[in-house]
């Protein structure tokens, strides 16, 4: 298990050394962001004083190895634009990312995986054909006109949401959270619909075709032959056997969320990290978008971590092969 | 027999297809005693798991039964719904499937699947219901049946989940079991381990058994009588003694002779030419006719249920005669209690 992790941890190391790596000269091939920062009037003198000062006339390895002893440092530079630490700026935004991913997930979860395997035990009823009709509206309809629409019903014509920003939020362990009030939730609950839309759609289908398998399995059978009932059948039996890839997708779907709810964030307006990542970009600020590639990067690789831990909790032959 | 605990008239299973109604079991008939052990036989096709899955109810669409009896202890339980049915699965009427690698759910614990079945038909708790599955693994000659409840079912070779599988099917003492070729998946040697333990089960609990396989040896060793099923119909019965010895159905016959065991080293094994015929297309009357030796001009109608001595059957216009000579053994072993 200790061995399993630390390999684990390796790998996790590797991917994202290789990653700053890329994203170093990526962002680097942009060109130089003195030309964006500075009044183009501004002196010859001053732009020089300006190049020295953050360093852009090093060589390029030279100014990764700065950046890459810096970072081990816990400093990941200073914003151009808003002139503070860039780590400061995205950690103040992380909790409305958050908050809002999660609550995303958890609408796609406690409807996608009650759907899905109602979906997959009768799949030639006409509400399994109605679920599965509304599953691919969910991953096919674009996600910016679903959000415009749920403002124009919801916010405009019906009036009982607003139609963006985050609302009041209250400090809980240093976190401004808006979950924590009913106004807040008010503001949460358009754009999480939204995000969760596309994840619910690919949940129920992802829950339907293993419970399909599942269900025509010889231990179904089997178990049905013992005289379980059907619901012992399914919460005993289906679930856990199809909570696999379930557990992956959700794993992904939540990295991905907190990386890139950026079309929805902008939609309802919601100062999280999406949008400023957006902001970033068209400014080049140059900082901000290496530090926020990086953190997604490490983000990614903790969940597929804790991903992988589950595994083994879920089936005990994965267990005896990351032992061996 | 007045002790019969399960009877079985006239089933009929159908699967309705694009290509129409498909007779998976046309009109079977049969019955078991207390702690006897009925061999249905048949190759691939032939009727004889869909049999087993009728008298569970477990038939699932587009499938159904559709019409005969199936008797338990003198009650018709075809017409059992839902729960009631539910009820009689697994207390009065267990299951053994043919594969023991797919039956036990791989990520759950014997002990946790074990549990669910106790508690399936019995109020009790926890602590209790993994008492009662202990002894079931103990019953059926599993050692150190404690540490067996907390493994998974990987941990254990595929006589030991075999062996499981029985063990839950026993745990609420049922009338009858229907094995479903238990032990086809299996080492000859371990299949000898389980026919005797099956033996000795029947004997000891009076629990029924029908065991539904191919294989002509594993009957002639273990059953005290035979159903041989040909295209979903039951062709000859009788005590497994006396059907090995002198088959009256020229399919049996075929069967019997085509068996290894019994066949002279060096020359050429005889078989039953011909293949089975799909159940969408079936020839009129008799459906052996065309693989029959014996066929004559009669058999292009349905053919007479013949009944002779010992309440044996053939479903054959020209059974063959009986012989008289020493009954022959398929295998050197049996697993029959002395009756």
């Given at each position: 298990?200790?061995?399993?992790?630390?390999?684990?941890?390796?790998?996790?190391?590797?991917?994202?050394?290789?990653?700053s790596?890329i994203?170093?000269?990526?962002?680097?091939?942009?060109?130089?962001?003195?030309?964006?920062?500075?009044?183009?009037?501004?002196d010859?003198?001053?732009?020089?004083?300006?190049?020295?000062?953050?360093?852009?006339?090093?060589?390029?390895?030279?100014?990764?190895?700065?950046?890459?002893?810096?970072?081990?440092h816990?400093?990941?530079?200073?914003?151009?634009?808003?002139?503070?630490?860039?780590?400061?700026?995205?950690?103040?935004?992380?909790?409305?990312?958050?908050?809002?991913?999660?609550?995303?997930?958890?609408?796609?979860?406690?409807?996608?995986?009650?759907l899905?395997?109602?979906?997959?035990?009768?799949?030639?009823?006409l509400?399994a054909?109605?679920?599965?009709?509304?599953?691919?509206?969910?991953?096919?309809?674009?996600?910016f006109?679903v959000?415009?629409l749920?403002?124009?019903v919801?916010a405009?014509?019906?009036?009982?949401?607003?139609?963006g920003?985050?609302?009041?939020?209250?400090?809980?362990?240093?976190?401004?959270?808006?979950?924590?009030?009913?106004?807040?939730?008010?503001h949460i609950?358009?754009?999480?619909?939204?995000?969760?839309?596309?994840?619910?759609?690919l949940l129920?289908?992802?829950?339907?075709?293993?419970?399909?398998?599942?269900?025509?399995?010889?231990?179904?059978?089997?178990?049905?032959?013992?005289g379980?009932?059907e619901s012992?059948?399914?919460?005993l039996?289906?679930?856990?056997?199809?909570?696999?890839?379930?557990?992956?997708?959700?794993?992904?779907?939540?990295?991905?969320?907190?990386?890139?709810?950026?079309v929805?964030?902008?939609?309802f307006?919601?100062p999280?990290?999406g949008?400023?990542?957006?902001?970033?970009?068209?400014?080049?600020?140059?900082?901000?978008?290496?530090?926020?590639?990086?953190?997604?990067v490490?983000l990614?690789?903790?969940?597929?971590?804790?991903?992988?831990?589950?595994?083994?909790?879920?089936?005990?032959?994965?267990?005896?092969?990351?032992?061996? | 027999?007045s002790d019969?605990?399960?009877?079985?008239?006239?089933?009929?299973?159908q699967?309705?297809?694009r290509?129409g109604?498909?007779?998976?079991v046309d009109?079977?008939?049969?019955?078991?005693?207390?702690?006897?052990i009925l061999?249905?036989?048949?190759?691939?096709?032939?009727?004889?798991?869909?049999?087993?899955?009728?008298?569970l109810?477990?038939?699932?669409?587009?499938?159904k039964i559709?019409?005969?009896?199936?008797?338990?202890n003198?009650?018709?339980?075809?017409?059992?719904?839902?729960?009631a049915?539910?009820?009689?699965?697994?207390?009065?009427?267990?299951?053994?499937?043919?594969?023991?690698?797919?039956?036990?759910?791989p990520?759950?614990?014997?002990?946790?699947?074990?549990?669910?079945?106790?508690?399936?038909?019995?109020?009790?708790?926890?602590?209790?219901?993994?008492?009662?599955a202990?002894?079931?693994?103990?019953?059926?000659?599993?050692?150190?049946?404690?540490e067996?409840?907390?493994?998974y079912p990987?941990?254990?070779s595929?006589?030991?989940?075999?062996?499981?599988?029985i063990?839950?099917?026993?745990?609420h003492?049922p009338?009858?079991?229907?094995?479903?070729?238990?032990t086809?998946?299996?080492?000859?040697?371990?299949?000898?381990?389980?026919?005797?333990e099956v033996r000795?089960?029947?004997?000891?609990?009076?629990?029924?058994?029908?065991?539904?396989?191919h294989?002509?040896a594993?009957?002639?060793?273990l059953?005290?009588?035979?159903?041989?099923?040909?295209?979903?119909r039951?062709?000859?019965?009788?005590?497994?003694?006396?059907?090995?010895?002198?088959?009256?159905?020229?399919y049996?016959?075929?069967?019997?002779?085509?068996?290894?065991a019994?066949?002279?080293?060096?020359?050429?094994?005889?078989?039953?030419?011909?293949?089975?015929?799909?159940?969408?297309n079936?020839?009129?009357?008799?459906?052996?006719?065309?693989?029959?030796?014996?066929?004559?001009?009669?058999?292009?109608t349905?053919?007479?249920?013949?009944h002779f001595?010992?309440?044996?059957?053939?479903?054959?216009?020209?059974p063959i005669e009986?012989i008289?000579?020493?009954?022959?053994?398929?295998?050197?072993?049996?697993y029959?209690s002395?009756?």
């Amino acid at each position: 298990m200790i061995g399993f992790l630390i390999q684990r941890v390796l790998q996790a190391l590797m991917v994202v050394i290789a990653m700053s790596i890329i994203v170093f000269l990526g962002v680097y091939a942009i060109g130089n962001p003195i030309d964006v920062m500075i009044d183009p009037a501004s002196d010859q003198a001053l732009r020089e004083a300006l190049i020295q000062r953050y360093g852009f006339d090093r060589p390029l390895f030279e100014q990764y190895f700065i950046f890459m002893n810096n970072m081990l440092h816990g400093d990941l530079g200073e914003s151009f634009i808003y002139r503070l630490p860039v780590l400061n700026l995205i950690l103040s935004r992380l909790p409305a990312t958050l908050e809002l991913a999660l609550t995303a997930m958890l609408i796609a979860t406690c409807l996608g995986i009650p759907l899905g395997l109602w979906a997959g035990y009768k799949p030639d009823s006409l509400s399994a054909k109605a679920i599965m009709g509304f599953s691919v509206l969910g991953f096919s309809v674009p996600s910016f006109w679903v959000g415009l629409l749920l403002i124009m019903v919801f916010a405009v014509e019906l009036g009982w949401f607003p139609s963006g920003g985050r609302g009041p939020t209250t400090d809980v362990l240093g976190m401004n959270l808006s979950i924590t009030s009913l106004e807040g939730w008010s503001h949460i609950l358009l754009p999480a619909l939204n995000l969760a839309l596309f994840k619910l759609g690919l949940l129920i289908r992802l829950t339907r075709a293993g419970t399909v398998e599942v269900m025509s399995s010889d231990y179904v059978r089997f178990a049905r032959a013992q005289g379980l009932s059907e619901s012992k059948v399914v919460g005993l039996h289906v679930l856990k056997n199809i909570s696999i890839p379930i557990v992956t997708v959700f794993g992904l779907e939540l990295g991905s969320t907190l990386a890139f709810a950026v079309v929805t964030e902008t939609v309802f307006n919601w100062p999280g990290m999406g949008k400023l990542i957006i902001d970033s970009i068209t400014v080049l600020d140059r900082p901000v978008m290496v530090a926020y590639l990086i953190l997604v990067v490490f983000l990614f690789v903790m969940i597929n971590l804790v991903v992988d831990l589950i595994y083994g909790q879920l089936d005990p032959r994965i267990r005896v092969k990351a032992a061996s | 027999m007045s002790d019969t605990v399960l009877r079985i008239n006239n089933l009929q299973t159908q699967f309705q297809t694009r290509a129409g109604v498909l007779k998976a079991v046309d009109g079977v008939s049969f019955e078991v005693g207390r702690g006897r052990i009925l061999g249905l036989v048949g190759e691939s096709g032939s009727g004889k798991s869909v049999t087993g899955y009728s008298i569970l109810g477990l038939i699932e669409p587009p499938g159904k039964i559709a019409g005969g009896e199936v008797l338990l202890n003198g009650k018709d339980i075809t017409r059992l719904k839902g729960d009631a049915m539910r009820q009689v699965r697994g207390a009065q009427i267990a299951m053994v499937f043919q594969d023991p690698m797919m039956t036990l759910n791989p990520v759950l614990k014997i002990g946790t699947q074990m549990i669910a079945a106790v508690r399936a038909h019995a109020r009790v708790s926890r602590k209790a219901a993994r008492a009662k599955a202990r002894d079931a693994l103990a019953k059926v000659g599993i050692p150190s049946p404690d540490e067996r409840l907390e493994a998974y079912p990987h941990q254990l070779s595929g006589g030991m989940r075999q062996r499981v599988a029985i063990a839950i099917a026993l745990l609420h003492s049922p009338a009858v079991i229907i094995a479903d070729e238990p032990t086809t998946a299996l080492d000859v040697s371990i299949q000898g381990q389980i026919l005797a333990e099956v033996r000795r089960l029947a004997d000891e609990t009076g629990t029924a058994f029908v065991w539904v396989t191919h294989d002509l040896a594993v009957v002639s060793s273990l059953a005290d009588d035979i159903c041989v099923m040909y295209a979903g119909r039951v062709v000859e019965s009788g005590p497994a003694d006396a059907v090995i010895a002198s088959p009256r159905h020229p399919y049996t016959a075929g069967l019997l002779a085509s068996v290894p065991a019994e066949h002279e080293p060096g020359t050429k094994l005889p078989q039953v030419p011909g293949s089975t015929p799909s159940l969408a297309n079936l020839p009129q009357g008799c459906a052996f006719a065309p693989r029959c030796a014996k066929a004559g001009p009669a058999c292009t109608t349905t053919p007479p249920v013949q009944h002779f001595e010992d309440g044996r059957t053939a479903l054959c216009h020209y059974p063959i005669e009986p012989i008289s000579c020493q009954p022959l053994s398929l295998t050197s072993t049996t697993y029959r209690s002395a009756s």
